[in-house]
T-cell receptor
Framework: EAGVAQSPRYKIIEKRQSVAFWCNPI?????LYWYQQILGQGPKLLIQ????????DSQLPKDRFSAERLKGVDSTLKIQPAKLEDSAVYLC??????????FGPGTRLLVL | GNSVTQMEGPVTLSEEAFLTINCTYT??????LFWYVQYPGEGLQLLLK?????DKGSNKGFEATYRKETTSFHLEKGSVQVSDSAVYFC?????????????FGKGTHLIIQP
């Protein structure tokens, strides 16, 4: 069974630019999560989707971050405009309505 | 709100030593508790979990018991190996309204020396 796929693996941009990350969850998993992991900290939940609906986006900085999950499968997370403090690893996870979340390898973002 | 506190690292041990990594939590409801592990160069993966008080989760020689009275979920292993070197994260999930995103601790870097 293929795991959670994410791309790109690494991205370097300048502040005020925009960037997008893509996630493909495990086949059949209805729930998809995006987390932000700043260096030296644990992951922080940004948004949770159930199929193509948002369940929780209370910690998503909505002035600059947006996410969508069209057709309830793939998801895209966008940052526009990026700030220096957005430098982090962005993790995507999925679950099949059980309690175990399966994580992708992450996208490492550096904002200069 | 929910929070998880785990012991600061790095923790350095010799091979075959006994391991304890402390984890305590604060939650408004009745959370499920998890330990995730991140090996060098790899993604986060579930190590073990417990869904209710007094449950014991175990995997790969690691175990942790859900203690509601002390709001703790300490990770233990009787004899560690070099291959256990990794970052360990304690986490909780509080399924209020179907939202079950994980709240993580800061992680504990474990180094096992031969």
């Amino acid at each position: 069974e293929a795991g959670v796929a994410q791309s790109p693996r690494y991205k370097i941009i300048e502040k005020r630019q925009s960037v997008a990350f893509w996630c493909n969850p495990i086949s059949g998993h209805a729930t998809l999560y995006w987390y932000q992991q700043i260096l030296g900290q644990g992951p922080k939940l940004l948004i949770q989707f159930q199929n193509n609906g948002v369940v929780d986006d209370s910690q998503l900085p909505k002035d600059r971050f947006s996410a969508e999950r069209l057709k309830g499968v793939d998801s895209t997370l966008k940052i526009q405009p990026a700030k220096l403090e957005d430098s982090a690893v962005y993790l995507c996870a999925s679950s099949d309505s059980g309690e175990t979340q399966y994580f992708g390898p992450g996208t490492r973002l550096l904002v200069l | 709100g929910n929070s998880v506190t785990q012991m600061e690292g790095p923790v350095t041990l010799s091979e075959e030593a006994f391991l304890t990594i402390n984890c305590t939590y604060t939650a408004t409801g009745y959370p499920s508790l998890f330990w995730y592990v991140q090996y060098p160069g790899e993604g986060l993966q579930l190590l073990l979990k417990a869904t209710k008080a007094d449950d014991k989760g175990s995997n790969k020689g690691f175990e942790a018991t859900y203690r509601k009275e002390t709001t703790s979920f300490h990770l233990e292993k009787g004899s560690v190996q070099v291959s256990d070197s990794a970052v360990y994260f304690c986490a909780l999930s509080d399924r209020g309204g179907g939202a079950d995103g994980l709240t993580f601790g800061k992680g504990t870097h474990l180094i096992i020396q031969p």
